[in-house]
């Protein structure tokens, strides 16, 4: 019931994201091939991380994860910062950069680090098909996006997945 769950839910997000309007032109294809390089890399951390996370707890795994990731994301982030002015980038712009680094990314690994230790990989894993759904929603919000037949349907298989992977099994079993 698992597998269904984590295959409808992924069907979901593919549905969402409307592969008929992917484009492979050289342009999006190198970045095309890091999405796929990460979700690959992220399956990987979300399956064997959960006996580090356990015995060394969220906080000290992460920390160690975010400095082994420094080592190779800030010479890439000042090589491609060397042609900007730094001294021009107005205040609200590096709030703008402080509040991605903390709250939409070091939080969110930290929470999920946080389940990972707590409960099946695959129950964590499965949360993340939720993003697209919400970062739809914020669009509607935000952007005044509409909802349609296709996003409706992506979200009903997402959530039918989430809920297949993450209810009980049989008596006192997750």
Known sequence: VKVFGIVL???GVVLLIDPRNASFSSETTLGDLMIVL???SYGIYVASSKDVLTRNGAVKSITWIFVF???VCVPLGLYSM???ETALIAPAIWLLILYIAIIATALPYLFNAWALARVNPSTVAVYIYLQPVIGFLLAVALLGETVGLNFTAAALL???GVYLVTK???PGRT
């Open 69 to 71: 990731a420094s080592v």
């Open 158 to 160: 997402i959530f039918a």
């Open 38 to 40: 990460n979700s690959l």
């Open 168 to 170: 009980k099994s049989g």
């Open 82 to 84: 060397s042609g900007v």
């Open 9 to 11: 839910a992924a069907f």
